[in-house]
Protein backbone atom coordinates (compact mmCIF):
# COMPACT_ATOMS: atom_id res chain seq x y z
CA UNK A 1 0.00 0.00 0.00
CA UNK A 2 1.49 3.37 -0.96
CA UNK A 3 1.52 5.73 2.49
CA UNK A 4 2.30 8.70 0.10
CA UNK A 5 1.18 10.32 -3.01
CA UNK A 6 1.02 14.37 -3.74
CA UNK A 7 -2.61 14.81 -2.59
CA UNK A 8 -2.13 12.26 0.43
CA UNK A 9 -1.25 11.75 3.98
CA UNK A 10 0.38 8.69 5.13
CA UNK A 11 -1.79 6.76 7.91
CA UNK A 12 -1.51 3.20 9.24
CA UNK A 13 -0.59 2.11 5.76
CA UNK A 14 -3.24 4.97 4.42
CA UNK A 15 -3.17 8.05 2.57
CA UNK A 16 -5.71 10.65 2.89
CA UNK A 17 -7.09 13.18 -0.14
CA UNK A 18 -6.87 16.66 0.67
CA UNK A 19 -10.24 17.70 -0.37
CA UNK A 20 -13.49 16.65 0.95
CA UNK A 21 -16.44 18.59 0.10
CA UNK A 22 -19.14 19.70 3.01
CA UNK A 23 -21.99 17.03 2.44
CA UNK A 24 -25.54 16.94 2.75
CA UNK A 25 -27.27 14.87 5.15
CA UNK A 26 -30.16 12.68 4.41
CA UNK A 27 -31.89 10.75 6.90
CA UNK A 28 -31.99 13.40 10.05
CA UNK A 29 -32.66 10.14 12.79
CA UNK A 30 -29.71 8.21 12.19
CA UNK A 31 -28.03 7.23 15.35
CA UNK A 32 -30.22 9.23 17.34
CA UNK A 33 -33.17 6.87 19.23
CA UNK A 34 -35.21 10.08 20.20
CA UNK A 35 -34.78 12.17 17.17
CA UNK A 36 -37.73 13.66 17.37
CA UNK A 37 -37.22 15.21 21.07
CA UNK A 38 -35.09 18.29 21.37
CA UNK A 39 -31.72 17.69 23.42
CA UNK A 40 -32.20 18.84 26.75
CA UNK A 41 -28.86 21.00 26.03
CA UNK A 42 -30.05 22.61 23.20
CA UNK A 43 -31.09 25.51 25.02
CA UNK A 44 -27.97 26.09 26.37
CA UNK A 45 -27.00 26.03 23.72
CA UNK A 46 -1.84 -11.39 18.43
CA UNK A 47 -4.26 -12.69 16.69
CA UNK A 48 -3.66 -9.04 16.36
CA UNK A 49 -1.90 -8.46 13.22
CA UNK A 50 -1.25 -4.58 14.37
CA UNK A 51 0.78 -3.66 11.91
CA UNK A 52 0.40 -3.69 7.83
CA UNK A 53 2.81 -2.88 4.61
CA UNK A 54 2.83 -1.52 1.84
CA UNK A 55 3.94 -1.18 -1.45
CA UNK A 56 6.49 1.56 -1.67
CA UNK A 57 6.91 4.99 0.33
CA UNK A 58 7.51 8.28 -1.00
CA UNK A 59 9.40 11.20 0.15
CA UNK A 60 7.99 12.53 3.70
CA UNK A 61 8.45 16.14 2.24
CA UNK A 62 5.15 15.82 0.23
CA UNK A 63 3.03 15.93 3.70
CA UNK A 64 0.93 19.13 3.82
CA UNK A 65 -1.70 20.17 6.12
CA UNK A 66 -4.51 20.84 3.72
CA UNK A 67 -5.37 24.40 3.13
CA UNK A 68 -8.59 24.32 0.96
CA UNK A 69 -12.09 24.16 3.35
CA UNK A 70 -15.30 23.63 2.65
CA UNK A 71 -17.01 27.80 3.07
CA UNK A 72 -20.63 25.94 2.73
CA UNK A 73 -22.66 25.50 5.76
CA UNK A 74 -25.19 23.07 6.09
CA UNK A 75 -28.24 22.56 8.44
CA UNK A 76 -26.22 19.23 9.27
CA UNK A 77 -23.31 21.03 10.62
CA UNK A 78 -25.14 23.85 12.65
CA UNK A 79 -26.93 21.02 14.44
CA UNK A 80 -23.16 19.41 14.91
CA UNK A 81 -22.15 22.42 16.45
CA UNK A 82 -24.86 23.05 18.80
CA UNK A 83 -24.35 19.27 20.07
CA UNK A 84 -20.77 18.85 19.78
CA UNK A 85 -20.01 22.19 21.29
CA UNK A 86 -19.36 22.94 25.41
CA UNK A 87 -17.84 21.35 28.29
CA UNK A 88 -16.36 17.69 27.97
CA UNK A 89 -15.13 16.19 31.25
CA UNK A 90 -14.19 12.66 31.58
CA UNK A 91 -11.30 10.41 32.49
CA UNK A 92 -8.89 9.20 29.74
CA UNK A 93 -6.37 6.00 30.01
CA UNK A 94 -3.47 4.96 27.39
CA UNK A 95 -3.61 1.36 26.16
CA UNK A 96 -1.32 -1.29 24.80
CA UNK A 97 -2.36 -3.13 21.31
CA UNK A 98 -3.01 -5.40 23.49
CA UNK A 99 -5.88 -3.46 25.41
CA UNK A 100 -3.81 -3.46 28.60
CA UNK A 101 -4.03 -0.09 30.27
CA UNK A 102 -0.52 1.99 31.21
CA UNK A 103 -0.09 3.70 34.26
CA UNK A 104 0.26 7.09 34.77
CA UNK A 105 4.10 8.45 34.77
CA UNK A 106 5.68 8.09 38.97
CA UNK A 107 6.46 11.57 38.71
CA UNK A 108 2.40 12.60 38.28
CA UNK A 109 1.27 10.32 40.99
CA UNK A 110 0.87 11.56 44.49
CA UNK A 111 3.22 9.39 47.15
CA UNK A 112 0.00 8.11 48.88
CA UNK A 113 -1.06 6.46 46.15
CA UNK A 114 2.05 4.63 46.25
CA UNK A 115 2.22 4.23 50.00
CA UNK A 116 -0.98 2.32 49.48
CA UNK A 117 -0.12 0.29 46.80
CA UNK A 118 -2.37 1.42 44.72
CA UNK A 119 -1.60 1.80 40.59
CA UNK A 120 -3.02 4.40 38.88
CA UNK A 121 -4.26 4.29 35.43
CA UNK A 122 -6.81 7.09 34.41
CA UNK A 123 -5.84 11.02 33.78
CA UNK A 124 -8.70 13.30 34.53
CA UNK A 125 -9.58 15.10 31.63
CA UNK A 126 -11.40 18.66 30.33
CA UNK A 127 -12.37 18.64 26.82
CA UNK A 128 -14.09 21.96 25.79
CA UNK A 129 -14.99 22.49 22.86
CA UNK A 130 -16.35 25.00 20.82
CA UNK A 131 -18.09 24.71 16.91
CA UNK A 132 -19.31 27.71 14.68
CA UNK A 133 -22.73 27.62 13.59
CA UNK A 134 -22.01 29.76 10.72
CA UNK A 135 -18.66 28.66 10.00
CA UNK A 136 -17.22 25.09 9.39
CA UNK A 137 -14.58 25.69 12.44
CA UNK A 138 -13.75 24.02 15.47
CA UNK A 139 -11.96 23.84 17.83
CA UNK A 140 -11.37 22.19 20.79
CA UNK A 141 -8.51 21.49 24.09
CA UNK A 142 -7.54 18.24 25.77
CA UNK A 143 -6.70 19.30 29.16
CA UNK A 144 -5.08 16.19 31.41
CA UNK A 145 -5.08 17.28 35.65
CA UNK A 146 -2.51 16.24 37.88
CA UNK A 147 -3.98 12.67 39.76
CA UNK A 148 -5.13 13.81 43.58
CA UNK A 149 -6.25 12.23 46.80
CA UNK A 150 -9.69 12.74 47.56
CA UNK A 151 -11.75 15.32 46.94
CA UNK A 152 -8.63 17.72 46.79
CA UNK A 153 -9.79 17.08 42.81
CA UNK A 154 -11.60 20.34 43.28
CA UNK A 155 -7.98 21.90 43.26
CA UNK A 156 -6.40 19.66 40.54
CA UNK A 157 -3.54 21.37 38.55
CA UNK A 158 -3.37 21.10 34.92
CA UNK A 159 -0.78 19.04 33.85
CA UNK A 160 -1.08 18.92 29.38
CA UNK A 161 -3.10 21.10 26.86
CA UNK A 162 -3.00 19.73 23.94
CA UNK A 163 -5.02 22.34 21.24
CA UNK A 164 -6.64 20.68 17.88
CA UNK A 165 -7.88 23.35 15.19
CA UNK A 166 -10.29 21.90 12.33
CA UNK A 167 -10.88 24.69 9.56
CA UNK A 168 -10.30 27.95 9.37
CA UNK A 169 -6.55 29.59 8.92
CA UNK A 170 -5.58 27.44 12.18
CA UNK A 171 -6.79 23.90 10.30
CA UNK A 172 -4.63 20.87 11.57
CA UNK A 173 -6.71 18.07 10.48
CA UNK A 174 -6.13 15.96 7.40
CA UNK A 175 -10.02 14.68 7.05
CA UNK A 176 -13.05 15.48 9.10
CA UNK A 177 -16.49 13.78 9.37
CA UNK A 178 -19.37 14.53 11.12
CA UNK A 179 -22.58 13.54 11.90
CA UNK A 180 -25.47 16.16 13.33
CA UNK A 181 -25.96 13.82 16.60
CA UNK A 182 -22.20 15.21 17.45
CA UNK A 183 -20.35 12.11 16.72
CA UNK A 184 -17.23 12.65 14.24
CA UNK A 185 -14.13 11.24 12.92
CA UNK A 186 -10.77 13.25 12.43
CA UNK A 187 -7.69 12.24 11.05
CA UNK A 188 -4.55 13.60 12.58
CA UNK A 189 -0.60 14.52 11.53
CA UNK A 190 1.26 14.72 14.95
CA UNK A 191 4.70 15.19 14.14
CA UNK A 192 5.15 16.71 10.67
CA UNK A 193 8.80 17.07 10.96
CA UNK A 194 10.79 14.01 10.40
CA UNK A 195 10.48 10.41 10.36
CA UNK A 196 8.45 8.34 11.58
CA UNK A 197 5.31 9.37 11.02
CA UNK A 198 2.57 9.29 13.68
CA UNK A 199 -1.16 9.76 13.06
CA UNK A 200 -3.96 9.52 15.09
CA UNK A 201 -7.24 8.08 14.21
CA UNK A 202 -9.87 10.12 16.26
CA UNK A 203 -13.09 8.14 16.58
CA UNK A 204 -15.98 10.35 18.60
CA UNK A 205 -18.98 8.25 19.53
CA UNK A 206 -21.95 9.63 20.92
CA UNK A 207 -24.51 7.52 23.06
CA UNK A 208 -27.59 7.45 20.83
CA UNK A 209 -29.78 7.31 24.02
CA UNK A 210 -27.91 10.22 25.56
CA UNK A 211 -26.55 13.01 23.59
CA UNK A 212 -24.49 14.23 26.68
CA UNK A 213 -22.41 11.20 26.89
CA UNK A 214 -19.67 9.94 24.56
CA UNK A 215 -16.74 7.86 23.65
CA UNK A 216 -13.50 9.11 22.18
CA UNK A 217 -11.12 6.52 21.14
CA UNK A 218 -7.94 7.43 19.73
CA UNK A 219 -5.86 4.64 17.56
CA UNK A 220 -1.98 5.67 17.41
CA UNK A 221 -0.16 4.62 14.31
CA UNK A 222 3.59 4.23 13.68
CA UNK A 223 4.11 4.99 9.49
CA UNK A 224 7.79 3.68 9.37
CA UNK A 225 9.09 2.54 5.84
CA UNK A 226 7.00 0.33 4.26
CA UNK A 227 4.96 -0.62 7.60
CA UNK A 228 2.08 1.34 9.19
CA UNK A 229 1.74 0.08 12.89
CA UNK A 230 -0.56 0.38 15.75
CA UNK A 231 1.20 2.20 18.52
CA UNK A 232 -0.98 2.54 21.41
CA UNK A 233 -5.17 3.47 22.02
CA UNK A 234 -6.06 6.57 24.03
CA UNK A 235 -9.52 6.19 25.30
CA UNK A 236 -12.04 9.47 26.46
CA UNK A 237 -15.07 8.82 28.58
CA UNK A 238 -16.73 12.05 28.85
CA UNK A 239 -19.98 13.92 29.57
CA UNK A 240 -21.27 17.05 28.80
CA UNK A 241 -21.02 19.63 32.11
CA UNK A 242 -22.52 22.96 30.57
CA UNK A 243 -21.93 25.25 28.03
CA UNK A 244 -18.46 26.53 26.29
CA UNK A 245 -16.41 27.93 29.30
CA UNK A 246 -12.77 27.24 27.34
CA UNK A 247 -12.32 24.60 30.50
CA UNK A 248 -12.32 27.92 33.32
CA UNK A 249 -14.68 25.32 35.62
CA UNK A 250 -12.98 22.04 37.03
CA UNK A 251 -15.18 19.48 37.51
CA UNK A 252 -13.59 17.79 40.57
CA UNK A 253 -15.43 15.81 42.58
CA UNK A 254 -19.00 16.51 40.76
CA UNK A 255 -17.19 14.43 37.85
CA UNK A 256 -20.28 11.86 36.68
CA UNK A 257 -18.40 9.26 35.72
CA UNK A 258 -15.18 7.33 37.38
CA UNK A 259 -11.71 5.59 36.71
CA UNK A 260 -12.24 2.47 34.05
CA UNK A 261 -8.64 1.82 32.93
CA UNK A 262 -8.04 -1.19 35.32
CA UNK A 263 -11.76 -2.51 35.08
CA UNK A 264 -13.06 -5.76 32.85
CA UNK A 265 -12.76 -5.11 29.14
CA UNK A 266 -15.38 -6.17 27.01
CA UNK A 267 -15.46 -10.20 26.09
CA UNK A 268 -14.62 -11.12 22.58
CA UNK A 269 -17.46 -13.55 22.17
CA UNK A 270 -19.61 -10.60 22.31
CA UNK A 271 -18.05 -9.09 19.37
CA UNK A 272 -17.22 -11.90 17.05
CA UNK A 273 -19.83 -12.85 14.26
CA UNK A 274 -22.27 -11.80 11.94
CA UNK A 275 -23.86 -8.11 12.62
CA UNK A 276 -26.73 -6.16 10.40
CA UNK A 277 -27.09 -2.42 10.37
CA UNK A 278 -27.39 0.92 8.69
CA UNK A 279 -24.00 3.42 8.55
CA UNK A 280 -23.46 6.59 6.95
CA UNK A 281 -20.86 7.42 4.86
CA UNK A 282 -18.41 9.84 2.90
CA UNK A 283 -16.85 8.51 -0.32
CA UNK A 284 -13.69 10.59 -0.94
CA UNK A 285 -12.99 9.04 -3.78
CA UNK A 286 -15.78 11.49 -5.56
CA UNK A 287 -15.81 14.26 -3.69
CA UNK A 288 -14.52 17.87 -4.61
CA UNK A 289 -13.60 20.19 -2.44
CA UNK A 290 -13.01 20.89 1.72
CA UNK A 291 -11.40 18.49 4.53
CA UNK A 292 -14.52 18.72 6.34
CA UNK A 293 -17.50 16.81 5.00
CA UNK A 294 -20.82 15.66 6.33
CA UNK A 295 -22.14 11.63 6.73
CA UNK A 296 -24.78 10.74 4.73
CA UNK A 297 -25.83 8.29 2.27
CA UNK A 298 -28.02 5.78 4.67
CA UNK A 299 -27.31 2.62 3.28
CA UNK A 300 -27.67 -1.40 4.12
CA UNK A 301 -24.57 -2.94 6.17
CA UNK A 302 -23.68 -6.37 6.92
CA UNK A 303 -20.51 -7.43 8.37
CA UNK A 304 -18.59 -10.25 9.94
CA UNK A 305 -16.41 -9.98 12.35
CA UNK A 306 -13.48 -12.41 13.80
CA UNK A 307 -10.26 -11.83 16.21
CA UNK A 308 -8.56 -10.53 13.35
CA UNK A 309 -6.68 -7.18 14.19
CA UNK A 310 -9.32 -6.99 17.40
CA UNK A 311 -8.45 -5.39 20.52
CA UNK A 312 -11.29 -5.38 23.45
CA UNK A 313 -11.06 -2.49 25.87
CA UNK A 314 -13.30 -1.46 28.92
CA UNK A 315 -16.13 0.30 29.24
CA UNK A 316 -17.80 -2.08 25.99
CA UNK A 317 -15.42 -0.86 23.20
CA UNK A 318 -13.71 -2.58 20.82
CA UNK A 319 -11.16 -1.31 17.82
CA UNK A 320 -9.43 -2.99 14.80
CA UNK A 321 -7.10 -2.83 12.51
CA UNK A 322 -7.53 -4.92 9.35
CA UNK A 323 -6.53 -5.75 6.19
CA UNK A 324 -8.51 -7.06 4.31
CA UNK A 325 -8.83 -9.64 1.22
CA UNK A 326 -9.17 -6.79 -1.50
CA UNK A 327 -5.81 -5.10 0.18
CA UNK A 328 -8.02 -2.84 1.50
CA UNK A 329 -7.35 -1.74 5.31
CA UNK A 330 -10.00 -0.86 7.80
CA UNK A 331 -9.42 0.41 10.78
CA UNK A 332 -12.90 0.58 13.03
CA UNK A 333 -13.85 1.73 16.36
CA UNK A 334 -17.16 0.26 18.13
CA UNK A 335 -18.90 0.67 21.11
CA UNK A 336 -21.36 -2.23 22.84
CA UNK A 337 -24.51 -0.08 23.82
CA UNK A 338 -26.99 -2.91 24.91
CA UNK A 339 -27.37 -6.61 24.34
CA UNK A 340 -26.62 -6.83 20.51
CA UNK A 341 -26.48 -3.60 20.19
CA UNK A 342 -23.87 -0.99 18.73
CA UNK A 343 -22.43 2.29 17.36
CA UNK A 344 -19.31 2.03 15.25
CA UNK A 345 -16.91 4.22 13.32
CA UNK A 346 -14.67 3.18 10.53
CA UNK A 347 -12.51 4.94 7.82
CA UNK A 348 -11.02 2.56 5.04
CA UNK A 349 -8.09 3.00 2.68
CA UNK A 350 -7.42 1.67 -0.56
CA UNK A 351 -4.59 -0.76 -1.90
CA UNK A 352 -2.65 2.32 -3.46
CA UNK A 353 -2.46 4.21 0.23
CA UNK A 354 -5.39 6.32 -0.83
CA UNK A 355 -8.72 7.08 1.77
CA UNK A 356 -11.83 5.54 0.32
CA UNK A 357 -14.50 6.71 2.89
CA UNK A 358 -15.40 6.43 6.46
CA UNK A 359 -18.66 5.43 8.19
CA UNK A 360 -20.33 5.50 11.12
CA UNK A 361 -22.98 2.70 11.66
CA UNK A 362 -25.34 1.44 14.10
CA UNK A 363 -25.33 -2.52 14.60
CA UNK A 364 -27.86 -5.36 15.49
CA UNK A 365 -25.48 -8.80 16.05
CA UNK A 366 -27.58 -11.62 14.49
CA UNK A 367 -28.56 -15.02 16.40
CA UNK A 368 -25.60 -17.18 14.54
CA UNK A 369 -22.52 -17.02 15.17
CA UNK A 370 -19.00 -17.80 13.89
Keep these: MSLLSPNTIAGNGSLIHRCFPLLGLKNRSFLSDNASQPSIRRGLRSRRPNSVSASATKAASELEVPNRLSDSVTDGWKEFAERVSGEWDGYGANF ?16 AFREWGVQVFDWQTQCPTLA ?33 NVGGVNNKVYA ?26 EHCLVDPRNHESRVRVVQVVRVEGT ?5 NIKVFIEQWYGPFRNGEQLGGCAIRDSTFASTNALKESEVLGKWEGSN ?27 KDGLVVLPKQLWCSL ?12 GWLLDCGQSVTSRCVFLKDGQLKGISLGRESAMLEKI
Excluded at 178 to 192: C, E, F, K, Q
Design 280 to 306: ISVNFQSVQAGVICELANDRPQNTVRN
Design 96 to 111: TTEGKPTELPEAVVPE
Design 322 to 333: KEREDDETSFEV
Design 132 to 164: ETENPILFYKLIKLLPTVGCEADAATRYTIDER
Design 176 to 201: FAYHRSGSYMAIWLVNDEGAPRVLEL
Design 227 to 231: VTRLE
